[in-house]
């Protein structure tokens, strides 16, 4: 009976030891995406939101389960109207997982090149994006992201941001975290119907709740890099592709999309969150 009862003992914990073994593996391949990282990269301090941003930066992304054209077209610093042009897709934006989108327009220049050395019509479908430089985007450290981009301006937006604005009156009551989990941008506590202002010079590129986790959103593009983002709104008091200048009124506080009243506010450079408070202005 001794026997019996030590390798019923043996038996249960291999069991335990085994069954613990494959909840890990399992876990961890469901974590990973499709295609698993290079081993080469898994060592270098990155994480899984490092990958998703990397994406991003590409000329090209796949469509994934949960993506919508707004979506893509925030985390890649993009007006989704031109990606809905560069991918000729029509109102209301439908796409689907696992099709293929174009992110940056090939320069003009070398589409023309290519049509008169082939003498047919090249087949990419491009457009000119928010950045158009994506050598540059996710690729610099934070202290760098803190200084305004220098190029030539695209259409009539400005090479760089002139000054920058609170988006309200209240204190901060988070602040911005880099962590992986963090919070990419600022949040305000306030009062129902409170104000919220441009926090520069901009076009309205989006207004909508399209986003999940956002509310009612407000995005405007300040510049060919930057991008800044409003959320949670009560009322939007501003139209897509309407100009403001800093300070403008643009959206009432509200609890849209969240559980109690609050902004929050994200700076967007080439699709990367950073810190507001290293743009904003010292009270």
């Not at 809905?84 to 327009?105: C, D, F, H, W």
């Not at 506590?189 to 441009?198: D, F, M, V």
């Not at 309205?204 to 510049?223: E, M, N, Q, W």
């Not at 559980?259 to 950073?274: A, D, I």
Request: hydrophobic share 35%; charged share 20%.
């Amino acid at each position: 009976m001794k026997i019996i009862n030590r390798k019923t003992a043996w038996f249960k914990n291999s069991s335990l030891y085994i069954g613990i073994l494959f909840y890990c593996v399992i876990n961890s391949s469901c974590s990973n995406r499709s295609q698993p990282a290079p081993v080469s990269e898994l060592y270098q301090g990155k994480t899984f939101r490092d990958f998703e941003q990397q994406a991003y930066s590409a000329k090209t992304y796949q469509v994934k389960a949960g993506d919508t054209l707004y979506s893509i077209a925030w985390y890649s610093g993009n007006d989704y109207r031109d990606l809905a042009r560069i991918n000729k897709i029509s109102p209301p934006y439908q796409i689907r997982p696992g099709q293929l989108l174009t992110l940056v327009e090939l320069p003009k220049t070398i589409r023309s090149k290519s049509n008169k050395s082939t003498g047919q019509t090249l087949k990419i479908i491009s457009n000119q994006s928010v950045d158009p430089s994506k050598k540059q985007a996710y690729g610099e450290s934070q202290q760098n992201l803190n200084k305004d981009p220098i190029g030539s301006a695209i259409g009539q937006f400005p090479d760089r941001v002139k000054s920058w604005h609170w988006p309200t009156i209240e204190t901060v009551s988070r602040g911005f975290s880099a962590k992986e989990q963090g919070n990419k941008g600022l949040d305000f506590s306030g009062k129902l119907g409170l104000p919220i202002l441009a926090a520069a010079d901009g076009k309205i590129v989006y207004t909508g709740d399209a986003l999940r986790g956002f509310g009612k959103l407000v995005i405007i593009k300040h510049s060919d890099a930057y991008l800044t983002a409003y959320a949670h709104n009560d009322k939007m008091l501003v139209k897509e592709q309407q100009w403001v200048t800093a300070g403008q009124k643009i959206a009432t506080m509200g609890r849209s999309g969240t559980n109690k009243v609050k902004l929050h506010f994200e700076v967007r450079y080439k699709g990367k969150s950073v810190d507001p408070l290293r743009y904003l202005p010292s009270r």
